[in-house]
Antibody, heavy 124, light 106 residues
Framework: QVQLVESGGGVVQPGRSLRLSCAAS????????MNWVRQLPGKGLEWVAV????????DYADSVKGRFTISRDDSKNTLFLQMDSLRSEDTAVYYC?????????????????WGHGTVVTVSS | DIQLTQSPSSLSASVGDRVTITCRTS??????LNWYQQKPGKAPKLLIH???GLHGGVPSRFSGSGSGTEFTLTITSLQPEDLATYYC????????FGQGTKLEIK
C-alpha cells in the first residue's frame, strides 16, 4: 500500500525540541524528493522544508531556517524533521508529502502523496 | 518569494452550480501551478497539475486554466462531496500555497 505515516507530534514547551518522523511504504522512497508542509490551526498550508532524493540538497522556509533540520534514512524509508527552539507559532499539523514531477507538455513538480499529519502544540 | 492570492476566500454555491476560483501570483510562474482539495480533517489531495492537467482519478467536472500570473479552477455542476477548501500551489520557485478558498454547499 502506497502511504506516508507521520509520528512524533505532541505538546512541547517553547524553546524545547521535537523530532517528527514519516514512514514511507509501497514505493521506492529513495527516488523521491520529500517535503514537510504544515497547517496552522484554522489556517492555510505552509511549505516548511524539502530534501532531495539523495539527501544532497535541502531547503527551508524562512520562518524555520536555522531552527528546523530535515533529513532522511533511506535504509528505513523514513523522513525526519528535527525541530529546535520551538515557538508558539510553530503550533500546527505537520504533513510529510512526496514530491513528483509530472511531465505533460511541460514538467511540473507536485505533492502527489500526503500523510495524515501529526499535531504539534507548542505551549507552556 | 512568490506570493499567491486566491479569490474569493470563501463562497457558497448550490448543487449543480458552476464555481470558479482564481489564483494570482506576484510574478510569472509559466504553468507551474497546481490545485489541491482539502476536505475537513483530511490531508490535501492533488486535483490539477501544470495549470490544466487533471490528476488521475479526479472527476472531469474539475478543470484548470491559465498561465503566467493568473489561473482559475472551475468546478462544473457542483456536487455535495465537493465541500472542501481549495488551495493553489506554485512550484516554479521552491513552493508557496495560496491562502485557500472555502467552498460551502447551500
Amino acid at each position: 500500500q502506497v502511504q506516508l505515516v507521520e509520528s512524533g507530534g505532541g505538546v512541547v514547551q517553547p524553546g524545547r525540541s521535537l523530532r517528527l518522523s514519516c514512514a514511507a511504504s509501497g514505493f521506492i522512497f529513495s527516488s523521491y524528493d520529500m517535503n514537510w508542509v504544515r497547517q496552522l490551526p484554522g489556517k492555510g498550508l505552509e511549505w516548511v522544508a524539502v530534501i532531495s532524493y539523495d539527501g544532497s540538497n535541502k531547503d527551508y522556509a524562512d520562518s524555520v531556517k536555522g531552527r528546523f533540520t530535515i533529513s532522511r534514512d533511506d535504509s528505513k524509508n523514513t523522513l525526519f524533521l528535527q525541530m529546535d527552539s520551538l515557538r508558539s507559532e510553530d503550533t500546527a499539523v505537520y504533513y510529510c508529502a512526496r514530491e513528483d514531477m509530472i511531465v505533460v507538455a511541460a514538467p511540473t513538480n507536485v505533492f502527489d502523496l500526503w500523510g495524515h499529519g501529526t499535531v504539534v502544540t507548542v505551549s507552556s | 518569494d512568490i506570493q499567491l492570492t486566491q479569490s474569493p476566500s470563501s463562497l457558497s454555491a448550490s448543487v449543480g452550480d458552476r464555481v470558479t476560483i482564481t489564483c494570482r501570483t506576484s510574478q510569472s510562474i509559466r504553468n507551474q501551478l497546481n490545485w489541491y482539495q482539502q476536505k475537513p480533517g483530511k490531508a490535501p489531495k492533488l486535483l490539477i497539475h501544470g495549470a490544466s492537467g487533471l490528476h488521475g482519478g479526479v472527476p472531469s467536472r474539475f478543470s484548470g486554466s491559465g498561465s503566467g500570473t493568473e489561473f482559475t479552477l472551475t468546478i462544473t455542476s457542483l456536487q455535495p462531496e465537493d465541500l472542501a477548501t481549495y488551495y493553489c500551489h506554485q512550484s516554479f520557485n521552491t513552493h508557496t500555497f495560496g491562502q485557500g478558498t472555502k467552498l460551502e454547499i447551500k
